[in-house]
């Protein structure tokens, strides 16, 4: 007799974070069934427990492989007939079995081959169209959003539904409005292959939305399998080309600070606050005059109340001597709330410096040419291989720039982001005098120009 009760998890599997439950069935039981006529029936059954939760999960995959032996007894003992009864019904709420259309089984003349592929579930291989055109926008309307809410408890953020949306229209340009039972992996490869986007990443995302909806598509039963799996730049491609972002040399950030210098307001003082911190735009467009305070008798912003991309970028970040030289405390000062209040809060980037990228990368462009390999980030670059050649330890700029440490022993002992005298000592080591005509006066030149770069 079938041990239930100890039926490992690997006859269960997820997708989308719904439980599956998976049998084959026997070769012998196989092969009777195919013998007696039922032709129909698939060698692989699947069915979705619709949960999940691991405990309900495991609970309703052993009722499930109940029925599945059920079935294999009865086909054993002659009764094949009553098998195949079994092998008919239709899923019901209790987690009985059925097949899910997943794998369309097809036999030879002789009753004797089991080659596998993927079809509708009838043996003429004929698709069966009932209900309203399944276009990729009823999927989203009908199972994403849907899927999503019960998943999370609350319906996708604002930026991702415009993404998906984008992507959508996209496809429809391309392809056109087709159903989604219709979309083969030709027109999926002619998407991708048509795409023409700025950057990998771009690429990558829209891309991956649609494989999104073709997912859900396929975990409701609606379609075979996704079209779009596997296609698309993968990760590695998309870290080589996020690895192409080059620092700034001398002579370039002289340029580009011979433009922002004769700015005001955010497009002045973000440059500055990036190439003398390290930190991320997003980071300083946010500012606000109450997070500029005094720790350990330094000057330093608290960023533990911003938006910031990781945990590890919550930090005190400490002023660099530059900053309270060209009057930063002054400006703060003069502040009612947030440093650039003409920054605001996109809904649809979820940004407040996405106005602000686009303006400096343009100053950028001025200054050196197009090239999208020096962007507005590449000053988070600058600072880090000027820190590095000055010679501060590289734990030392990771506590300042808010990069996760790089062992146990960083993050757990030393905990440099607690100790803003020492971080402050090793970011006044270097000097950007240079860039700045208030400072020309008052800081020698070195005789290397630029310490670090």
């Not at 081959?113 to 009932?130: C, D, E, F, L, Y």
């Not at 982001?417 to 240079?434: A, E, I, M, N, P």
Request: charged share 25%; proline share 5%.
């Amino acid at each position: 007799m079938p041990r239930y009760t100890s039926l490992p998890f690997t006859r269960q599997r997820t997708k989308g974070g719904t439980f599956l439950f998976r049998f084959q069935l026997p070769a012998d039981v196989f092969d009777a069934l195919v013998l007696a006529g039922h032709a129909e029936v698939p060698r692989t059954l699947l069915m979705t427990l619709r949960t999940t939760d691991p405990t309900a999960a495991r609970g309703r995959a052993l009722k499930a492989a109940a029925n599945a032996f059920e079935i294999v007894r009865a086909v054993r003992a002659g009764d094949v007939e009553s098998a195949a009864a079994l092998l008919a019904q239709r899923r019901s709420r209790d987690g009985s079995l059925h097949n899910c259309g997943v794998e369309q089984i097809q036999h030879p003349s002789n009753g004797q081959g089991t080659s596998t592929g993927t079809g509708t579930g009838h043996a003429s291989g004929k698709k069966r169209r009932s209900g309203p055109q399944q276009t990729l926008s009823w999927v989203y309307e009908n199972v994403y959003l849907p899927r999503r809410t019960e998943r999370k408890g609350a319906p996708p953020r604002r930026r991702s539904r415009l993404d998906l949306e984008a992507g959508i229209d996209r496809f429809v340009a391309l392809v056109g409005d087709k159903d989604i039972r219709d979309v083969s992996r030709r027109d999926a490869e002619q998407f991708v292959g048509s795409l023409n986007l700025p950057s990998v990443g771009t690429t990558k995302k829209a891309i991956g939305v649609l494989s999104t909806l073709f997912n859900c598509a396929v975990e409701r039963e609606l379609i075979g399998k996704n079209p779009f799996r596997g296609l698309g730049p993968d990760r590695y491609t998309v870290v080589a080309a996020r690895r192409s972002y080059r620092r700034f040399d001398a002579d370039q950030l002289s340029r580009i600070f011979c433009r922002t210098e004769m700015k005001s307001g955010s497009m002045l003082w973000v440059p500055r606050l990036l190439l003398l911190t390290g930190a991320r735009l997003e980071e300083m467009a946010q500012l606000r005059a109450a997070w500029f305070t005094v720790r350990d008798r330094v000057h330093v912003i608290d960023l533990h109340a911003a938006r910031v991309k990781t945990p590890h970028s919550r930090r005190y970040v400490p002023l660099h001597r530059h900053l309270l030289e060209l009057g930063l405390l002054d400006y703060v000062a003069s502040a009612n709330d947030r440093l650039f209040p003409k920054l605001q809060y996109r809904r649809t980037a979820e940004r407040w410096g996405a106005s602000l990228s686009t303006r400096l990368n343009r100053e950028i462009d001025e200054a050196v040419g197009r090239d999208r390999t020096l962007t507005v980030h590449s000053l988070r670059k600058t600072f880090e291989h000027a820190a590095y050649v000055a010679g501060v330890p590289k734990p030392t700029f990771n506590a300042i720039t808010g990069h996760k440490a790089g062992d146990i022993s960083e993050e757990h002992y030393l905990q440099l982001q607690d100790d803003v005298g020492l971080l402050k000592r090793q970011l006044d080591t270097l000097d950007f005098s240079f860039l700045f005509p208030a400072l020309r006066q008052a800081t020698p030149p070195t005789s290397g120009g630029v310490t670090g770069l």
